[in-house]
């Protein structure tokens, strides 16, 4: 570690002892303790709600351009430490150091383009009748809780804390007991930069003890939670007890419409990229590529050449892509490969372990000859697996492509742009990228359809989730 071990709790601008039982964190890569930190209790958790709730008036009242101002000066210090933060990062979940510097731009990101629009919260005015005129305003929570998960922990911090704190709310982090460790340092960052004490707080521990405790809190006012769908609907079922607000970005299994005409060395790179980046473990990972029949056996062909060649490796040596994040989900991930063989699929490359290296790695697959009643096609995995599943029509892509719980995102590759704006239309997801993926940046709204979650972050539609709107109404 590069940074203070954690003591589970940062409080008032400060690191603080927390009392619950140890939790010990894990280099993946090499099964290896890297620190142990202790659970924040329900009362710890009090505590950090208290403190967030005290600091919120002055911070709520501090001018638009000040809270930019000290937002701006957290980009520089993000931005200060980038190459600690990126080692930590990696060491932490895994994911290759190239990744993590990248998430750590992104993070910086996110502060800046928030700073900039921190002045610029505006309501609407309304003429009325005559015999009145009306304004609305958009105010501040209060106390927001982020439940984050530990995919990204820095870039997902700070994609929902940077909006929260350019309106003026105060918030309390509750990072994944798997990687808290850079969510704690980033607090530190935030105080030196400039941010009140109290204005953002840490709690350590598990979702059932201290999530809990957290979303049942009485002076928590608004709760963003990203993770997996069954964590999610316990979440929303607490805060239903409050009629409590949720921003919730939970699974995906995102397809990819490929055309004939579509350039297939960018299909191909798609389909690579999704499982590279975070070896698969995210859920805006395009994981079903639905290419037509006519070009589906070469573009798995070419897939599998792809893949087959990206290095796998701990993180500070920044391969292609890195481990898993835990034995349970290297052990997920190898359950779905031998089910997507038993019931028919075949796996053309990887799913193998990765000889002499001792983490939780594993060779990334793809799985051709899947149909979408297949659990690989269905269930989220997030592990380094790609799907091939092939149609005849339009209308039958479509069909597969929204056939699933989930929609979180879509692709869509052709030359033709007529027909992908008019499949974008059709597709259920939150977003759509056209002849790339990824695609987009922190300005770019981002949220789900069905079960891939409620609210939206990134870009300016934030804003209306992390404000609640008051009407005022004048009579003439």
């Known amino acids: 570690m590069t940074a203070a071990e954690p003591l589970g709790l940062y409080v008032d601008g400060a690191d603080a002892a927390a009392g619950g039982d140890p939790v010990p964190v894990e280099d993946p890569a090499t099964r290896e303790q890297l620190a142990v930190v202790p659970e924040a209790t329900a009362s710890d958790v009090a505590r950090a709600v208290a403190s967030a709730a005290a600091a919120f008036p002055t911070w709520r009242d501090t001018s638009g351009p000040e809270r930019g101002r000290v937002l701006w000066r957290i980009a520089e210090a993000i931005r200060g430490d980038a190459d600690g933060l990126a080692r930590l990062e990696s060491q932490d979940t895994g994911k290759p150091v190239g990744q993590a510097r990248t998430d750590v731009e992104t993070s910086a990101r996110y502060f800046e383009f928030y700073a900039g629009v921190a002045d610029k919260v505006y309501g609407e005015t309304l003429p009325g009748d005559g015999a009145y005129w009306a304004y609305t305003l958009r105010e501040p929570y209060g106390v927001v809780a982020h439940i984050t998960p530990w995919n990204s922990p820095l870039a997902q911090l700070s994609r929902g804390v940077a909006p929260s704190l350019a309106v003026g709310n105060t918030v309390v982090v509750k990072p994944s007991e798997v990687t808290p460790l850079s969510t704690f340092l980033a607090a530190r960052l935030f105080a030196r930069a400039g941010l009140p004490a109290g204005a953002c707080n840490v709690v350590a521990g598990l979702g059932p003890t201290t999530g809990a405790a957290l979303v049942t809190h009485p002076d928590v006012a608004h709760v963003t939670f990203t993770g997996s769908v069954a964590t999610g609907q316990r979440i929303l079922h607490m805060a239903a007890d409050r009629v409590l607000g949720c921003n919730l970005e939970l699974g995906g299994k995102s397809p990819t419409i490929v055309l004939p005409d579509a350039d297939l060395d960018a299909a191909v790179r798609a389909g690579a990229m999704a499982i590279v980046r975070n070896a698969g473990q995210s859920c805006f990972a395009t994981t079903r590529i639905v290419v037509h029949r006519s070009i589906a056996q070469e573009y ?76 690989v096609a269905r269930d989220e995995i997030f592990g380094p697996v790609q799907t091939v599943l092939a149609f005849d029509n339009l209308d039958e892509a479509v069909a597969i492509a929204n056939d699933s719980t989930y929609g979180l995102a879509a692709g869509v590759f052709t030359r033709d742009i007529t ?37 939206r972050e990134k870009g300016l539609a934030a804003l209306e989730h992390y404000t609640q709107l008051k009407t005022v109404i004048v009579s003439e």
Not at 330 to 350: F, M, N, Q, T
């Open 300 to 375: 798995a062909e070419r897939l599998a050449l792809a893949v087959g060649r990206l290095s796998v490796g701990p993180g500070l040596d920044d391969p292609d892509l890195g481990p898993l994040a835990s034995a349970a989900q290297l052990e997920k991930v190898r359950s779905a490969l031998a089910g997507a063989e038993r019931e028919g699929a075949h796996i053309v490359v990887g799913g193998t372990a990765v000889e002499g290296l001792r983490g939780y790695f594993l060779t990334p697959a793809v799985v051709a000859g899947v149909t979408n009643d297949m659990s």
């Open 419 to 455: 027909t992908a704006h008019a499949l974008a239309r059709r597709l259920e997801a939150g977003q759509v990228q056209i002849n790339r993926y990824p695609l987009g940046g922190v300005d770019t709204p981002f949220g789900g359809y069905k079960q891939s979650g409620l609210g």
